[in-house]
């Protein structure tokens, strides 16, 4: 805001993504939904030679996203990704109905069932993990948690005397309840330990504080530098927060994991395309096999429709699992 002449308040128009950001921030939207739904409007804008969205309507968005798919080859959940954000502009900030996208050429689908590791696998993937790696990868296979999930868990958010863990905001902005497994109680117990005394070796060189959701600092005042708000897998080192600027201990990084679960895959020597969340299909399919009912799993994997749950049958059902080849009755 500035003052012209006349000593009127002018105040200055907020952009486009700046609104957009704020939307989303005030939905409680993930930080990766934010930056996703930020680049597919500013490419939809980019695309029409920066026209502004309140001028345009169904036609351009049936050109834009038959674009993706014929001229960029996209996959179907990127065009679907594409989709999601520019309907969430015209609804929720530009307020105008985007009519029907009959017109649009829609990338192919392909119907892909998840890898899935056998028990022995797991087995052999743990043997060559270990620490702190280890524990979030029980997590992930244990309790069937998203890789996001398990690294943005707080200690409140571990039960020990219910054996179970709470998972706040996952996808969907749908808070649940899963298991914590039995075997890694001690460990968690021990692991949290340190954390604690990390924390109050943070608070006496001046940190301590870290960031919460929904601005429940503002209502909350002391719950930043409380022992149950912290990360149960905090960084290894104090850095600058990108959006407040405020020196803090953020959560382990996607990259350590990651790294963690290569390095394994390669000296188990499994042959197959895996990565963390291969644990949490193991995790559901594991649980199948085990007879246990496909609701608990829909409940524990925290999914919205049960058809996404019932992808595992159908694992289950496939190759030796499933049938008898021919030529073993030979």
Not at 80 to 88: G, V, Y
Not at 215 to 225: G, I, R
Not at 227 to 236: G, I, L, N, S, Y
């Amino acid at each position: 805001m500035h003052l012209v002449e006349d000593h009127i308040p002018v105040v200055k128009p907020i952009k486009l993504l700046e609104q957009l950001q704020a939307v989303l921030r005030t939905k409680h939207y993930s930080r990766k939904t934010e930056q996703a739904y930020v680049f597919w409007v500013r490419r939809f804008v980019l695309f029409h030679n920066k026209q502004h969205p309140k001028d345009m309507g169904e036609k351009e968005i049936n050109r834009f996203l038959s674009h993706l798919a014929v001229k960029e080859n996209v996959s179907a959940s990127t065009q679907n990704q594409a989709l999601c954000a520019i309907i969430f502009l015209f609804k929720n900030i530009i307020n105008k109905n985007i009519g029907e996208l009959d017109k649009t050429i829609w990338a192919k689908k392909p119907v892909k069932l998840p890898v899935v590791l056998t028990r022995e696998e797991v087995k052999s993937i743990f043997a060559h993990l270990n620490g702190v790696a280890k524990l979030m990868a029980g997590l992930m296979y244990g309790s069937g948690l998203r890789q996001r999930e398990c690294l943005g868990l707080r200690i409140k958010d571990i039960d020990f005397g219910y054996k179970q863990i709470t998972v706040h905001n996952s996808k969907g902005a749908k808070d649940r309840i899963t298991v914590l497994p039995e075997q890694y109680i001690k460990e968690f117990q021990v692991h949290i330990e340190k954390v604690k005394r990390l924390h109050k070796k943070d608070i006496s060189q001046g940190y301590g504080t870290v960031a919460l959701p929904f601005a429940l600092d503002k209502k909350y005042p002391n719950a930043s530098t409380s022992t149950a708000w912290q990360w149960v897998f905090p960084a290894p080192n104090i850095s600058k927060d990108p959006e407040s600027g405020i020196l803090r201990r953020h959560h382990q990084g996607e990259w350590m994991i990651q790294r963690a679960m290569r390095e394994a895959k390669l000296k188990s020597g499994i042959a197959k395309h895996i990565g963390c969340h291969t644990l949490r299909h193991s995790f559901a399919t594991h649980l199948l096999e085990a007879g246990y009912d496909i609701r608990t799993i829909q409940e524990l994997l925290g999914h919205k429709n049960l058809n996404t749950t019932m992808i595992y049958t159908h694992v289950l059902n496939k190759g030796g699992k499933g049938i008898r080849s021919p030529i073993d009755d030979l």
